[in-house]
């Protein structure tokens, strides 16, 4: 049986405040089931009250309005599932990243990083297969699964083996979005492929370190080699290179992971040589 409330008791049932639910009826969210057309007073069902707590948990949960008003108008349980599992694998995506960015900071303040070896190397010209836009640095990771995605399939394809790898403009870190290209070294003599560009690649020395385990640490290991570049060297024009010698692709535990930083320089250093 379905009875009626005043607002006051409305708030009682679904712990949601006056403020809330006024906010609620005035965007089409969880209208009253009844306004009194003389005083303005509003009424609720308590058969709504089974929704209220839904709407309540799932802005517990951060989800937009946006989103919870198509699970709440959802035609079918079906439609409405599926908006709730989309969410709840967001969440779980966030809670990853949360975790993996609280034990970078433990490790922060618990072990200092160590001084990063650099090596000094000459890389010749080389063509590529390319994949290259500009990208947001939020949507980097959707972004690679994509491109290396189409580039794995490539390799797979031709049976290339060399180490992939991406550029980034001076944009990307000024701007937090900017080009990104993703790369993989192609065997002499091979044709485009679909859904990729060839590229050329230039030849030039670069100051090489190497980053050992998941990318939430990245930041310390390019200051740390950027430092060094800075007391030592002379920055060439261009963009920095990474290459992906043990990757996602590669091993599921990113602990494993090992990316090389590739900073151009103008030159191997006088006094590094020899």
Known sequence: MTASVTIGEFSRL?????????????????????IDPSSGYRRYET??????????RL???????????????APDAATRDQALRLHLDQMERELVRTQDVVASLRAMLTQP???????????PAFRAYAVADRVERSQLGPWFESAFGRLGEIAARQGITATSGATYS????????????????????QQPAAGVE?????????????????????????????????????????????????GPGDVADPAQFRTEICWPIQQIPLQMKG
């Open 47 to 56: 058969s709504q009250v089974e929704v209220a707590h839904l709407i309540r």
């Open 59 to 73: 802005r517990d949960l951060r989800m937009p309005l946006a989103q919870v008003r198509s699970v709440v108008e």
């Open 198 to 246: 060839l590229i050329d690649e230039p030849a030039g020395f670069f100051a090489v370190g190497v980053h050992a385990g998941p990318f939430e640490d990245f930041d310390r290991s390019y200051g740390a080699l950027g430092s060094h570049v800075a007391e030592y060297c002379e920055v060439a024009p261009g963009p920095i290179r990474e290459l992906y010698v043990v």
């Open 170 to 189: 001076d944009e990307f870190f000024a701007e937090d979005a900017g080009e990104v290209v993703a790369f993989l070294p192609a065997m002499q003599g």
């Open 113 to 123: 990083i160590g001084e990063l070896s650099v090596e000094y190397r000459f890389v």
């Open 14 to 34: 679904t712990y949601l405040s006056v403020k809330t639910l006024h906010h609620y009826h005035d965007i089409g969210l969880l209208r009253p089931a009844r």
